[in-house]
Nanobody, 122 residues
Framework: QVQLVESGGGLVQTGGSLRLSCAASERTFNTYHAGWFRQAPGKEREFVAISNMFSGTVLTADSVKGRFTISRDNARNTIYLQMNSLKPEDTAVYYC???????????????WGKGTLVTVSS
């Protein structure tokens, strides 16, 4: 079982930046595709980005494209989400997840972290 721990959330002003990290407990993390999802209050969990561990390609949601960048460091068993030009609508709990499927569907994810809260003030 892969345990995932997110960090880096916090309070930031509109237009600011944050970098989220997600550390995995197992080296088998490197055999999974890894991604980020978010859930705002009263809304369903939504896809943010995912990184393909074989090809290195990434898939990013249109709502964050050009502002958020996903990356991974397999040597450190860690994935990152660099978030720039943050907007109040980016306020949510951000979760990292891993899957054998390269997919944007939350239902395809195998393991989840507990999340880290990002709050963007206007």
């Amino acid at each position: 079982q892969v345990q995932l721990v997110e960090s880096g959330g916090g309070l930031v002003q509109t237009g600011g930046s944050l970098r989220l990290s997600c550390a995995a407990s197992e080296r088998t993390f490197n055999t999974y595709h890894a991604g980020w999802f978010r859930q705002a209050p009263g809304k369903e969990r939504e896809f943010v980005a995912i990184s393909n561990m074989f090809s290195g390609t990434v898939l990013t949601a249109d709502s964050v494209k050009g502002r958020f960048t996903i990356s991974r460091d397999n040597a450190r068993n860690t994935i990152y989400l660099q978030m720039n030009s943050l907007k109040p609508e980016d306020t949510a709990v951000y979760y990292c997840a891993v899957s054998r499927a390269y997919s944007s569907a939350a239902s395809s994810m195998t393991y989840w972290g507990k999340g880290t809260l990002v709050t963007v003030s206007s």
